[in-house]
């Protein structure tokens, strides 16, 4: 069962995160309507309906969890008790009702709307942020809490988002300025990993009560370690591409497989996320 459920939870965040930093950078690398536009819908609809099938499983899980029993998952009395009666079902049941919206969303006729898009995708990220590590306090540390985890979600939902739309891109770069694409990007990008390691560092610091949990190879710590391995070696492809940036449209093979690799170590770190999610922090002392 926790191996089915760090899976679910992996799949969920890596669905629900691209959707949002898709069209977070959308306006931003796609000014004008391109070819790029129904690959990108239809993208869209298979990862919302994704998204929606693994929340319903991570539910599933939980419940069948809480219960002790697989078979618990699937009786109505039991998931209903769990959906109202505890913190996760209450923010679980709008998290599955926003999905829902957004998956018929992009089967209306207002599917290409992106203020819509990116109103049901914030929110949907939104309700992520409260499930895990951040329903441990109460009171105003646990909004503080829910509110640094948000901030951390959508650093990493718009890198990994946007890094899968520049990939798009980068495999049909006719008609785009590749400079001034890696230009924007970037530019945007130093705000994103400072969100993403100020907030990090503050979720490190109030879980374990240290600014780094000890022993440093075992259990969460471990984990934890390989998850900041792999954000630096993102770091570090970002700023080797940075600084190639003046004859970029000379080597467009390698910037594509470089950023495709740094899109997949992305996937990584949300993967270490996901087992992380299921560990219980280290306290120092």
């Known amino acids: 069962m926790a191996d089915a459920m760090v899976l679910c939870r992996f799949v969920h965040f890596c669905v629900v995160l691209m959707l949002f930093g898709a069209w977070v950078f959308r306006p931003l690398l796609l000014v004008?309507?391109?070819?790029?536009?129904?690959?990108?819908?239809?993208?869209?609809q298979w990862?919302?309906?994704?998204a929606l099938a693994s929340g319903v499983g991570w539910l599933l899980l939980v419940t069948a969890s809480m219960a002790g029993t697989w078979a618990a998952a699937?009786?109505?009395?039991?998931?209903?008790r769990v959906l109202g009666r505890t913190f996760f079902g209450e923010v679980w049941g709008w998290h599955l009702l926003l999905n829902a919206l957004l998956v018929i969303l992009l089967r209306t006729p207002w599917r290409s709307s992106l203020p819509l898009q990116l109103t049901l995708s914030s929110l949907l990220l939104a309700t992520l942020a409260p499930v895990g590590h951040g329903a441990m306090f109460d009171g105003l540390a646990g909004r503080l809490l829910i509110l640094n985890q948000l901030v951390h979600l959508a650093s990493v939902g718009a890198c990994l988002g946007g890094l899968m739309l520049l990939v798009m891109i980068l495999r049909q770069p006719g008609g785009h300025?590749?400079?001034?694409?890696?230009?924007?990007?970037?530019?945007?990008?130093?705000?994103?990993?400072?969100?993403?390691?100020?907030?990090?560092?503050?979720?490190?610091?109030v879980l374990t009560g240290a600014f780094w949990p000890t022993p440093l190879l075992s259990g969460f710590a471990l984990i934890l370690l390989i998850k900041v391995s792999l954000v630096c070696a993102m770091l570090g492809l970002a700023m080797f591409n940075r600084l190639r940036i003046n004859n970029c449209e000379q080597r467009l093979t390698t910037l594509r497989n470089s950023v495709l690799?740094?899109?997949?170590?992305?996937l990584g770190a949300v993967a270490a996320v996901s087992l992380l999610g299921t560990l219980a922090p280290m306290i120092s002392g």
């Open 32 to 44: 004008r309507l391109t070819t790029l536009d129904q690959p990108l819908l239809r993208l869209s």
């Open 177 to 205: 300025c590749i400079k001034g694409l890696l230009q924007r990007f970037s530019g945007v990008g130093y705000v994103l990993v400072a969100g993403l390691l100020i907030s990090g560092l503050i979720n490190v610091r």
């Open 47 to 50: 990862l919302a309906a994704v």
């Open 74 to 80: 699937f009786e109505p009395a039991i998931l209903l």
């Open 261 to 266: 690799l740094e899109w997949l170590l992305g």
